[in-house]
């Protein structure tokens, strides 16, 4: 249920930001009853820190309460005795869930080998020529679970994401110290992008 909860506070905002949400969230309410039975605006400004509150609140009630109507409280270590397609399936058919927060669940909570794409998993694999440009996240989830070796997706999915933040950032690609910059496509245009950027800039 926790790491639940946090995965949904972390869509769109950074691991710290969730993070302070989540513990704020818990300082207000200690259980999730106390979660589900609150008023939304309440809900909302616990959660204020981790953006997207008006949004994020009332999804993670509406969780909870789905959660408790099918389990009778708010427990889901059951999903221990389920299969990966299973499990999948049961949390993504909770409100709001998607491909991403199921897998994040499935890999830190149930020790399966997922790889959870977020937005610097999906931009880094991208680049790397490993699924389509303009490909779905979603469709994105299939396409690595087919290429990428199941002992290797839950650390793969981490390093991606240090390189996405760390050097493979949105803008401006660090193409230059890349560690697999030999393994990628993009990177040859980028800093050829940016040679050819920098000629212009010192011609003028």
């Known amino acids: 249920m926790e790491e639940l909860i946090l995965t949904v506070l972390s869509q769109h905002t950074s691991d710290v930001n969730a993070a302070r949400a989540f513990a704020s969230l818990r300082d207000a309410f200690p259980s999730w009853e106390d979660v589900e039975a609150a008023g939304a605006p309440a ?4 959660i204020r820190s981790g953006g ?9 009630q509406a969780i909870l ?4 109507e099918r389990e009778g ?13 299973e499990a999948t399936a049961y949390l993504a058919s909770l409100p709001g869930v998607g491909p ?3 897998a994040v669940v499935l890999a830190f909570s149930l020790d399966r080998n997922t790889l959870p794409v ?3 998993v999906h931009r880094v694999t991208t680049r790397l020529g490993w699924v389509e440009p303009r490909t779905t996240a979603a469709v994105a989830h299939r396409v690595l679970a087919e290429i990428v070796p199941g002992e290797i997706r839950v650390p793969l999915h981490v390093g991606l994401i240090r390189l996405g933040r760390e050097i493979c950032i949105a803008r401006r690609p660090r193409c230059d110290i890349c560690p697999v910059f030999e393994l990628c496509p993009t990177g040859p245009v980028v800093l050829g992008r940016s040679t050819r950027r920098l000629t212009r800039q010192r011609s003028g």
């Open 43 to 46: 809900v909302a400004d616990a």
């Open 52 to 60: 997207l509150a008006n949004t994020k609140g009332p999804r993670i």
């Open 65 to 68: 309460r789905e959660i408790r």
């Open 73 to 85: 409280g708010f427990d889901l270590s059951r999903l221990r005795r389920l299969g990966d397609e």
């Open 100 to 102: 991403k927060t199921a």
């Open 118 to 120: 977020d937005t610097h």
